[in-house]
């Protein structure tokens, strides 16, 4: 089993920054292929950004493409979404999720292909 624990949300300004942070704990957790998905209210789950365990390669939206970047701590077994230029559309609920698989490029976005979870954290951009 993999734990994942979001943390870093809050309300901000269009144009500002917010950093989060998904702590992963659990025997494979090192070993895991890390995503961010977001939910507005309304609005199906969307995948954000994803990196890969070793941190080697990153694969992002086209909607985030340029403001966010997705990195990963290994030691600390943390992932980190650094989201710059905030607009009132990146408001949501941001998820961390995981999954032991690479998937194709095709795959990566979909949220049924993540096996861990975790509870959100809510970022709301204020214009």
């Known amino acids: 089993q993999v734990q994942l624990v979001e943390s870093g949300g809050g309300l901000v300004q269009a144009g500002g920054s917010l950093r989060l942070s998904c702590a992963a704990s659990?025997?494979?957790?090192?070993?895991?292929?890390m995503a961010w998905f977001r939910q507005a209210p309304g609005k199906e789950r969307e995948f954000v950004a994803r990196?890969?365990?070793?941190?080697?390669?990153?694969y992002y939206a086209d909607s985030v493409k340029g403001r966010f970047t997705i990195s990963r701590d290994t030691a600390k077994n943390t992932v980190y979404l650094q989201m710059n230029s905030l607009k009132p559309e990146d408001t949501a609920v941001y998820y961390c999720a995981a999954s032991p698989n690479l998937w194709t490029i095709a795959s990566i976005p979909s949220r049924y292909n993540y096996n861990y979870w975790g509870q959100g954290t809510q970022v709301t951009v204020s214009s």
């Open positions: 659990g025997r494979t957790s090192s070993r895991q292929n």
């Open positions: 990196i890969t365990w070793s941190g080697g390669s990153t």
